[in-house]
């Protein structure tokens, strides 16, 4: 399977203060996807970007993907208690036959307010 | 409409025992993906179905295994289980080069 790594593994932040997670991957994707799974709960998608160099924004949340398809960040501005949960990036290598999604280590977000 | 549902939410089963875990996707998706999510860590792929057929295979030992039905849910089946088989066992479904839906899971204890 492929691997996909974030950074950091945990993140404490002051209600208000940014927050940037970040997905690394030794190969090229065919994209990145973003999850974010409350405490105790499922993940629950986010996002998706596809394209060399993509950006998105949702609110206060900006996601964007690399121009070699390697990596992806995922920032987000002012952060609430609501923002509280593990972030996930997700990616896959579409192929013949076969897209399966492999999630990344998660980044931990506690807020405190 | 309703999401992916999976059942049952908790079970508890010794080892050596076997065990099925269920899923519905969401009306239309054709793919279930299931996955295995051990505490404090992200999501391990086990298996994709589409239209049926296996699509994908994880890093899990033959003791897993799943299939597809026609009306598109799924069963998980693992047999032996062991004390690491404890985790929560999500299932996903989603359309075509889409984002995936979760379950809320099943959340498994072998003792």
């Known amino acids: 399977g492929q691997q996909v790594m974030q950074i950091p593994q945990y993140q404490h932040v002051q209600e208000g203060e940014d927050f940037t997670t970040y997905c690394n991957s030794s190969?090229?994707?065919?994209?990145i996807q973003w999850y974010k799974q409350r405490p105790g709960g499922h993940p629950v998608f986010l996002i998706q970007?596809?394209?060399?160099?993509e950006v998105k924004k949702q609110k206060r949340l900006t996601f964007q993907f690399g121009e070699a398809k390697k990596n992806s960040s995922l920032h987000i501005t002012a952060t609430q208690t609501t923002d509280v949960g593990t972030y996930f990036c997700?990616?896959?290598?579409?192929?013949?036959?076969?897209?399966?999604?492999?999630f990344g280590t998660g980044t931990r977000l506690t807020v405190i307010p | 409409d309703a999401g992916v549902t999976q059942s049952p939410t908790h079970l508890i089963k010794t080892r050596g025992q076997h065990v099925t875990l269920r899923c519905s996707p969401i009306s239309g998706h054709k793919s279930v993906s299931w996955y295995q999510q051990v505490l404090g860590q992200g999501p391990q792929f086990i298996f994709q179905?589409?239209?049926?057929?296996?699509?994908g295979r994880g890093n899990f030992p033959d003791r897993f295994s799943a299939r597809q039905f026609p009306n598109y849910s799924s069963e998980l089946n693992v047999n032996a289980l062991l004390l690491g088989d404890s985790a929560l066992y999500l299932c996903a479904s989603s359309l075509e080069l889409h984002g995936y839906t979760f379950g809320s899971g099943t959340r498994l204890t072998v003792v």
């Open positions: 997700a990616a896959q290598r579409w192929q013949t036959g076969a897209n399966n999604l492999f």
């Open positions: 970007l596809v394209k060399s160099g």
């Open positions: 190969t090229t994707l065919s994209n």
């Open positions: 179905y589409y239209e049926k057929e296996e699509r």
